[in-house]
């Protein structure tokens, strides 16, 4: 069983940055390939970016490459999201995913835990 909880969500302008945090329970969460998806109201949960349970692997959708960067510390059993030069429609609710020796991968049916999700609203 793993629990995973979101923070560092809020309100910022467009342009901004926010730092997202995901905590992790468990003793072998290095062992755990993990990711970002957010979603919008009325939207499906979309895909942002993932790590490798490994470590040595990312991947970022297009929409965020440049501007988003996904890191993990496993001594802190926590994985990061590092949000720069943010848009209006990087809106929405950011939730955290994890799966057991997962590759940094897209399909959010991959994933066997999630966290409850933290808003991040950008404002113009």
């Known amino acids: 069983q793993v629990q995973l909880v979101e923070s560092g969500g809020g309100l910022v302008q467009a342009g901004g940055s926010l730092r997202l945090s995901c905590a992790a329970s468990g003793r072998t969460f290095s062992m755990y390939g993990m990711g970002w998806f957010r979603q919008a109201p009325g939207q499906e949960r979309e895909f942002v970016a993932a790590i490798s349970w490994s470590g040595r692997g990312t991947n970022y959708a297009d929409s965020v490459k440049g501007r988003f960067t996904i890191s993990r510390d496993n001594a802190k059993n926590t994985v990061y999201l590092q949000m720069n030069s943010l848009k209006l429609e990087d809106t929405g609710v950011y939730l955290c995913?994890?799966?057991?020796?997962?590759?940094?991968?897209?399909?959010?049916?991959?994933?066997?835990?999630w966290g409850q999700g933290t808003q991040a609203t950008v404002s113009s």
């Open positions: 995913a994890a799966g057991y020796m997962l590759p940094p991968t897209s399909r959010p049916y991959e994933y066997t835990y």
